[in-house]
């Protein structure tokens, strides 16, 4: 490309150019570092040709690109010739500026909006955006089908690697209890968790489980009966899914796409749900406690009993998972005590003997694994 | 037309002629955008910064230029991202469900493999970037490239990253060094090769510091505690006693870490030195004459700018650290203008995808 160093012939039998259709140039040919200096000489139709002593380049103005600006010069390269470079100085005649192409200054779209209006429509369209990511979990969640759920459900946590308690008498009084509070054909499915500590989760796909140290520090089958009223509420009003895509926009946003360590069980422990899932879970627990004729008493004391241990009216920002994200413990209290009324004789939710298997049955299930992370 | 550049007696090689009026009208519109495109632009700002920096430093007689553009490193970034963050996403999922399910040791060994291939990702990284800013770096319309695509030097970089720290980190430095000597060894401009052959005896005493620190580090926070407790009795009674006590304190924790950071400081600055000093190409080369007082300088200098500037300065630390660069770096020799010809070494149509996900430098 660059051996065009032939006939000045044809140039000399031309009419001698004006000075102001020449300007100097220096090029680069793009095989080696030699630097060409020299005039470009243009003809007002787009024809372009470098010359210097040495050599001659012959090129169309619309094959140029423009590169970068420099101090007082700009640079050019060629479309066909990727290595050339072309060095122009910054005050050009109109005649060959007009030639040339137009600077780039930030990238396409905004060197054709300018960078007032560009910054005007990015910025809505990233409003726009943002507000549609961080509602997304409201609006998507329960539109997700519960098939679905029930399969992303299975793919993260499975059946736990056998770490659900199981007796056939535990079985039986867990099975009455959730009859009670879960009156569609299709139960959830709940288990006590061989896992010490207080709290209840619902899982993606429709599964519920108490923690044993839940169930332990439980006086009465009427407490047991109140969270997993709450927790199925979870479940039927769809919470689960939208919490879960809160979750994982959570973690996208937080640590880019990695979300590894907060996805798996660690992270389902920690979800939390809105207040108004809450009250919402609430609320169904108490119409299903109300239909089913069970004491929304105990779910009261077990929340008085939580409002002492925990301090009251604030909730604990430090404590994860069920109690903390929670509204406060005092004021749910109250709503459970206002659902009864001042009603106080209830018939038992379950019988002693029921609400005792389900407090051996991690104790008495040979099988069970330990709960434990890493 | 010269035939040669000869730099022996002349200037430095390498002249930085910008300034940071000029970057602000670069850096700031950056900004803006990249807020206004929750980050998106930023590849765009990335090139444009760079054009301007490489644009205003003369190697020479001829300023370099930067031939990148921002699309392909945002291409970059959504690569990494489709064959990397994908993969590594759905390999966390499974091993944490496998986890749930009660499989531990499964789950744990494919969130080893998981953390391994980020080990190994980086090192090819590492390598990849540096053959990224050489292929897109022209000077007088010569680039310069790689032909190699660094998965072998990522396996490198494990091995000797771990031989590196077994022995008590005592063979840090030789890891360092002789990555240097491998990654640098298979880059090249034009059609010849740079070659580096850095050893680690020159950076080893400096390497030493850290394992003199804790010493230091000990007697240091007995005196700094002790001045405190002192200057607690100074003002007397149970109440000086206690401030006395949290003047020390702050005062060991402030001399742990501007201690450590000194030692780190002191290393880099050492390591540099040796290893761009052990780097050549055909009958050039190179030195880097920062001194450790420098390099606090420039870091003190990076704080004060950012504390005062209440965060906006961090947009000029780019223009800093490549006028730190350029200044410090020499550059002697003779180039055959004739002989350098353009290197024909592949150039990926991608950018840096892979460091810009793991956020490191390139040099």
């Known amino acids: 490309m660059a051996k065009a160093c032939s006939t000045l012939s044809t140039w000399a039998r031309s009419e001698p150019m004006d000075d102001a259709f020449e300007v100097p140039a220096e090029w680069y040919d793009g095989t080696n570092a030699l630097r060409h200096s020299g005039v470009l000489r243009w003809d007002g139709r787009g ?41 122009l100085p910054n005050d050009l005649p109109p005649g060959l500026a007009s030639q040339l192409p137009g600077k780039s200054e930030y990238g396409a779209w905004v060197d054709k909006l300018g960078l007032g209006k560009a910054a005007a429509i990015f910025s809505a369209v990233s409003v726009a955006a943002v507000a549609l990511f961080m509602t997304a979990p409201d609006w998507l969640g329960p539109r997700i089908p519960a098939s679905w759920e029930r399969n992303i459900g299975e793919a993260m946590v499975g059946d736990f690697g056998g770490r659900i308690c199981h007796t056939p008498e535990g079985d039986a009084a867990l099975a009455k209890l959730l009859g009670k509070v879960d009156p569609a054909r299709e139960k959830v499915r709940a288990g006590i968790a061989n896992m010490d500590m207080v709290n209840a989760i619902a899982l993606p796909g429709g599964q519920v489980l108490l923690f044993d140290g839940l169930v332990q520090q439980a006086e009465s089958p009427e407490e047991l009966a109140g969270v997993l009223a709450h927790e199925v509420g979870h479940v039927r009003e769809r919470h689960v899914m939208t919490a879960l895509l809160r979750q994982f926009g959570l973690s996208v946003l937080l640590a880019g796409a990695d979300s590894g360590l907060t996805n798996g069980a660690v992270g389902l422990a920690s979800m939390g749900y809105s207040r108004d899932a809450e009250r919402e879970a609430d609320d169904y627990a108490r119409a299903r406690m109300a239909q089913s004729d069970i004491s929304p008493l105990g779910a009261a004391s077990f929340f008085e009993r939580m409002a002492k241990e925990h301090g009251g009216e604030d909730n604990s920002p430090a404590l994860l998972g069920w109690i903390a994200s929670h509204p406060s413990s005092n004021e ?16 038992p939710a379950i019988t002693d003997d029921e609400f005792e298997a389900l407090k051996t049955m991690c104790a008495d299930d040979p099988d069970v694994e330990e709960f434990e992370f890493f | 037309m010269q035939g040669s550049q000869d730099m022996e007696g002349s200037d430095s090689a390498f002249v930085f002629e910008g300034n940071w009026k000029d970057f602000a009208r670069i850096a700031l519109p950056n900004l803006l955008l990249t807020i206004v495109t929750l980050g998106i632009y930023r590849f765009w700002a990335t090139a444009r910064e760079r054009r301007y920096l490489w644009s205003r430093t003369r190697f020479v007689d001829e300023h370099l230029e930067w031939a990148g553009t921002g699309m392909e490193l945002f291409l970059g970034f959504v690569m990494v991202i489709l064959l990397f963050g994908l993969p590594y996403f759905g390999l966390s999922f499974v091993a944490q469900a496998l986890i749930a399910r009660g499989y531990e040791a499964i789950g744990a060994g494919l969130g080893a493999i998981a953390l391994i291939s980020i080990f190994y990702l980086g090192g090819v990284a590492r390598f990849r970037a540096l053959r990224y800013r050489l292929s897109r770096t022209r000077w007088r319309s010569i680039r310069g490239g790689s032909d190699s695509g660094g998965f072998l030097f990522g396996l490198s970089y494990m091995w000797k990253t771990m031989v590196g720290w077994l022995p008590l980190g005592l063979l840090v430095p030789w890891s360092m060094t002789s990555l240097w000597n491998e990654r640098w060894s298979k880059m090249s401009f034009g059609p010849f090769a740079f070659e580096a052959d850095a050893e680690a005896g020159g950076v080893f005493a400096r390497f030493l510091l850290f394992y003199l620190a804790p010493f230091v580090m000990f007697v240091g926070m007995l005196i700094m505690g002790g001045m405190g407790m002192l200057a607690g009795y100074g003002i007397g009674g149970e109440n000086g006693r206690a401030i006395g006590g949290i003047v020390g304190v702050i005062g060991i924790v402030l001399f742990f870490y501007l201690g450590l950071g000194l030692i780190a400081v002191a290393f880099y600055a050492k390591f540099y030195r040796e290893v761009v000093g052990a780097t050549r190409w055909r009958s050039l080369h190179f030195s880097f004459e920062a001194s450790t007082m420098d390099w606090v300088k420039l870091l003190i200098g990076d704080a004060l700018l950012v504390v005062f500037t209440l965060g906006l300065g961090f947009v000029f630390l780019s223009y800093r650290h490549w006028k730190f660069f350029m200044t410090h770096l020499e550059a002697g020799g003779e180039i055959l203008l004739d002989e350098l010809t353009q290197s024909q070494t592949r150039t990926a149509k991608h950018g840096e995808g892979l460091l810009d996900a793991f956020d490191m430098g390139a040099i």
Do not use: H, M
């Not at chain 1, 040495?54 to 010739?81: C, H, K, P």
């Not at chain 1, 749910?332 to 018939?347: E, F, H, I, L, V």
């Open chain 1, 332 to 347: 749910r209290a109250k709503a459970y005590r206002d659902a009864a009324a001042g009603r106080t004789a209830y018939p």
């Open chain 1, 47 to 87: 024809g372009l040709s470098l010359q210097a002593s040495s050599s001659r380049v012959d090129l169309n103005a619309a094959d140029l690109r423009f590169g970068e600006t420099r101090t007082d010069r700009t640079l050019y390269r060629r479309e066909s010739v990727p290595d050339f470079r072309l060095i």
